[in-house]
């Protein structure tokens, strides 16, 4: 079984940073790829960004240019550095992690971020 906590969310005005930090604990496991993901109110959650185990990006066209996705192979941890926040990016951001191997997919709990106009 593999947990992951978030962290890092808050309130913040718009222009502003934030970074999240996605730590992923457990037994005997690797990640495959990490991704963040995030659901605003009324809306169904989406892909933010992802990253490989390589280090391969991905962003959603939305947040390009603005936020920036990393990790830490060897401590099982994950990052997302959002600048130049906007009010639309309020939502409740996700870490998602596959698990190399088993294919497995755990989803930690969820951290606000909150951006006012």
């Known amino acids: 079984q593999v947990q992951l906590v978030e962290s890092g969310g808050g309130l913040v005005q718009a222009g502003g940073s934030l970074r999240l930090s996605c730590a992923a604990s457990?037994?005997?496991?690797?990640?495959?790829?990490m991704g963040w993901y995030r659901q605003a109110p009324g809306k169904q959650r989406e892909p933010v960004a992802s990253i490989t185990s390589g280090g391969s990006a991905n962003y959603a066209d939305s947040v390009k240019g603005r936020f920036t996705i990393s990790r830490d192979n060897a401590k099982n941890t994950g990052f997302l550095q959002m600048n130049s926040l906007k009010p639309e990016d309020t939502a409740v951001y996700y870490c998602r992690i596959t698990v190399w191997g088993t294919g497995y997919v755990y989803w930690g709990q969820g951290t606000q971020v909150t951006v006012s106009s």
């Open positions: 457990g037994s005997r496991f690797s990640i495959s790829v």
